[in-house]
């Protein structure tokens, strides 16, 4: 893990402490981070709604994986 010093003024981190329930700054920050890297990937995933093709039914993607035997 690595250390970074931050500047954040109290009364944002004392409001994201209560929002996360953290019991440290350190765990209200770290909740935040993880909770906006999630935010973002699922952006990602969601504007690709619609652009992949599937050529098989559901009921093949489910069940037709025939590498385990």
Known sequence: MS???VTL???LLTE???LVGARSKTE????AV???IR???LARIKAMAGK???TGTADELRHGDNRLG
Do not use: G, H
């Open 16 to 18: 994201l402490m209560t």
């Open 9 to 11: 003024p109290q009364d």
């Open 3 to 5: 250390r970074a010093t």
């Open 52 to 54: 992949m093709e599937f």
């Open 28 to 31: 209200a920050v770290i909740t």
């Open 39 to 41: 935010l973002r990937k």
């Open 34 to 36: 993880k909770d906006e």
